[in-house]
């Protein structure tokens, strides 16, 4: 039988790692929920299959799903599943940094991971500095001569800035660090760092890879295999995997993933085009904006920019509050990237946890996770709660 085209990225997330059933047929790969398999013999393992903290079934289909998404191509690549995105992040750095290696840190990044690396990574004697993504030359002079990583996010939560992932890769690469880059925000959808040089990509796959805010979980895509290796055998000895059934809830979110994040960023530009004519916001933050500071660079290095937008409310931290407190479509909560639009105040929420740090956030700003509903519902949600919030 002649070979199937399945080069185009929607064709590619219904089918990669996703044959029928071998068993049965069944069209999406069942949910093994399954700790140890029969052996043939002694060491005689079907298909590869020892223990599910080893390998389990429905984790590979969403590794190789995940690796097609991310790195096309590239025949080495190797995606890893695990049971957060923060549990993928210690698997890395535990992986790639010993005690005394340094890392180059983004200065505007998801709280969580800025608090692994300060409370648990560098009390086992890593050391770090935040450096302005946005810039790669205050990233060179952050490199030190011990630094083995830069990890950047891009966009950045909550700040929505945008790195140049190409010009930082070969700034790190130079020094001979690898880089990292968090594509949570933006999803293989929008942007493919692998393909643009980067070395390691992160992912919440609770946002917009399982899409519909119920499950948790993380994974790691690389391209080199001897790296794929090591982590390969880190996340075993180390355990920090996904389940059977969270992986089958991601695979299951990855086959719309394409259509969703269509949806997500024209309501997302609707939203922006709201907030941008609203006399009450004194910025709106979102890389689709002609006016952000590096929309050339998302322009260039994304295919649409997504459902996350912040804005900055003039009357301070009270009415920022008072908005996140007055929608109904809206739902106030942490998190993102689910098909239900999120609201939250970052600075008490997500990233209170970097108050008083550099990576502290501005105490008006509000974030949005737009969603897929019709945008002229979430537009009268928003205006109506900052109606009431802002008189
Ligand atoms: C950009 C980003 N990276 C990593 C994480 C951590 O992922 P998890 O909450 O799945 O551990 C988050 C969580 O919000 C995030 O927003």
Not at 80 to 88: E, H, V, W
Not at 316 to 326: K, T, V, Y
Not at 329 to 350: A, D, Q
Request: proline share 6%.
């Amino acid at each position: 039988m002649e070979a199937v085209n399945i080069d185009g990225f929607n064709t590619r997330a219904i089918h990669a790692g996703q044959e029928p059933d071998p068993l049965t047929g069944a069209v999406v790969p069942p949910i093994y929920q399954v700790s140890t398999y029969a052996q043939d013999g002694v060491g005689g393992l079907r298909g590869g299959y020892e223990y599910s903290r080893s390998a389990n079934p429905t984790r590979t289909a969403l590794q190789e799903c995940m690796a097609a998404l991310e790195a096309p191509g590239i025949d080495t690549a190797r995606a890893m599943a695990f049971a957060s995105g923060l549990a993928a992040e210690d698997t890395l750095i535990r992986t790639v940094l010993k005690p005394g290696d340094h890392a180059v840190l983004p200065n505007d990044a998801y709280g969580g991971t800025y608090r692994l690396f300060k409370k648990v990574a560098e009390p086992w004697g890593i050391q770090t500095t935040p450096a302005d993504i946005t810039n790669p030359e205050a990233i060179a002079a952050a490199i030190a001569p011990n630094t083995k990583l830069v990890w950047i996010e891009t966009p950045t939560n909550p700040l929505l800035n945008v790195g140049d992932i190409a010009a930082i890769a070969e700034v790190a690469h130079a020094k001979g660090a690898l880089l990292v880059v968090d594509n949570t925000f933006a999803s293989p959808y929008l942007q493919q760092p692998l393909l643009l040089g980067a070395d390691v990509v992160i992912h919440s796959t609770t946002k917009y890879l399982g899409g519909h805010s119920d499950v948790v979980g993380g994974a790691l895509v690389v391209k080199d295999a001897e790296l794929a290796e090591q982590l390969a055998y880190h996340q075993n000895a180390m355990g920090a995997i996904a389940g059977p059934f969270d992986s089958w809830l991601v695979l299951r979110g990855i086959k719309t993933l394409g259509v969703r994040m269509d949806r997500h960023n024209s309501n997302a530009h609707d939203v922006v085009n709201f907030l941008t004519a609203h006399d009450g916001v004194s910025a709106v933050l979102w890389p689709g904006l002609e006016s952000h500071p590096n929309h050339d660079v998302a322009k260039k290095q994304m295919s649409g920019f997504g459902g996350m937008v912040s804005f900055r409310v003039k009357k301070g931290e009270q009415a920022a509050l008072d908005i996140c407190a007055n929608t109904t479509v809206f739902t106030l909560g942490e998190s993102l990237g689910g098909v239900e639009s999120l609201i939250e105040h970052p600075g008490r929420m997500t990233h209170a946890s970097v108050a008083g740090s550099p990576l502290e956030v501005p105490s008006d700003l509000v974030r949005l996770s737009v969603g897929i509903e019709n945008s002229e519902d979430i537009i009268a949600d928003l205006e109506k709660a900052m109606t009431q919030a802002l008189g």
